[in-house]
């Protein structure tokens, strides 16, 4: 009965609005009708005739724009609150969390299912008490933080009793198993729901970098929830080959490792259109060399063909873009296609990229960076030292919203060292392109006459005006080390001054030292409360590493 009632009464109450405003623009005719004499309408305007008028459309437009933006927040919460409505929520740092969630979300719509999606930092405590189910996107960086957007949500409900015991979820947990604490953000929401007594529609399902496998997993369960029982399976990532059109060292002598600028243009095809801040993923290969020798010890020919999903594909082209089995993980009866059996794709590289289309190439800057024993590093040894010249290089281009520019008006504070310049460069330049002077820039390396990168262009553009302030920080260049937060530190009254003019902070470069240095000298300048301010309302960006 209480839900039939419920139901009758949110018809009801359109026809009811309806209603008092007819009766209100009524009253408001009949006032202004009360005004005029009996040639009102050929007498000359009065001013209060005219001021009446005008305020009478105003309380109008008034009334209409909180009548129908309170009908639209009803539904949405309505909406949501529905038992068979699935809300999909994602947490993402750099753009690959929402685009999971985009196409989870976008697999259910399509199967006639209801679902809602919706960033974590919009995700309060009153829709979480009326939300049936949610599935969680959720991504981790670097040693097991959140992402920036997510801290408010954090702070404002996780950190506060609330009681889930109505809730059924899952989350989709993002990492990197190179960092210590894997996907602990997913495990932090997974733990907190479990506490306050969310039940686990299906448990917790890991993805290291972009795993295909884990991925799937997720499809085949979200299938399952929704009863979908056609919808084909999600495509992998796929990737398009582009031609290397240029590699060149840009600091030799440097006392850090090599820096190469490496242009990139798709084969026979003009540019796509990427904004600044975006991100360049690219599928690395093994050098050539490495697969002849693991060929050469197990007496094959890279030359056969093996069946790869339906495909034939040369033995030696699957290995270079997969793991190479141990001798351990080989059976020992080995044949071209049980190993081709036994293989997994590497893992991607994401690089800035340090160019915009007019550019006329996709630029990155990538430092040279070695294993251990010596040997290079699987994409940076790509990129820097195996692909060949005019080569086919697998590249896919990623948007990343969380780090695209502010608007041109605001006032920009740009914060990096090292690589980190490339994704600076390109937002400087978009900047640059929409007339915006308000740019402040501090970097940070090794030796200026070696690691300044684009210092031409740089100077250039504060000579021009377009660059208010530069500020430099070269470690090796005194016996006194200096680094990226000390020019900060000691601008300390006009980084505050830049952010009470409403100045966005973008931080690009080294996830360890750099950023946690530019981020204690924040605390130390601003207030803990006034950067987390920023970072809620996103203001403070960070793309590290």
Known sequence: MTGAFSRKRHAVLPILGNLLACFVLALVGVFFFSLHGDTWWTGKPSAIRIGTAVACILFYMGFCTWFFERRRKSNTSNNIADPSTILVVWASQNGFARELAERTAAALTTAGRSASLLPLDQLNRRTIEKAARILFVASTTGEGSSPDHALGFIRDTMAKPVDLNHLHYSVLALGNREYGNFCAFGHRIDNWLRDHGALSLFDLIEVDDIDADAIRSWQYHVNRLAEIKDQADWLPMTYQNWRLVERRCLNPGSLGNPVFHIALRP??????????????????????????????????????????????????????????????????????????????????????????????????????????????????????????????????????????APDPDKPMILIGNGTGIASLRSLLKARIAAGSRNNWLVFGERQSERDFFYQEEIETWQAQGWLMRLDLAFSRDTDEKRYVQHPLQEAGPTLQEWVKQNASLYVCGSLEGMAPAVDAVLDSLLGIPVKERLLAERRYRRDVY
């Open 267 to 404: 084969g026979g095809v003009s540019l796509p259109d990427w904004q600044a801040g975006d991100i360049l993923e690219v599928s690395p290969r093994h050098a050539g060399k490495t697969v002849a020798d693991y060929l050469t010890r197990h007496g094959m020919d890279g030359e056969v063909l093996v069946d790869i999903d339906g495909h034939e594909v040369r033995l030696s082209e699957i290995l270079s873009r997969s793991h190479l089995p141990s001798e351990s993980e080989l059976p020992a009866q080995l044949k071209p296609q049980t190993l081709a059996g036994l293989l997994h794709p590497l893992p991607h590289r994401e690089y800035s990229i340090a160019s915009l289309p007019d550019d006329g190439s996709l630029w990155l800057l990538v430092r040279w960076m070695p294993y251990p024993d010596g040997r290079p590093g699987l994409g940076s040894g790509w990129l820097c030292e195996h692909a060949p010249l005019d080569g086919d290089i697998a590249v896919r281009v990623r948007s990343n919203p969380n780090f695209h």
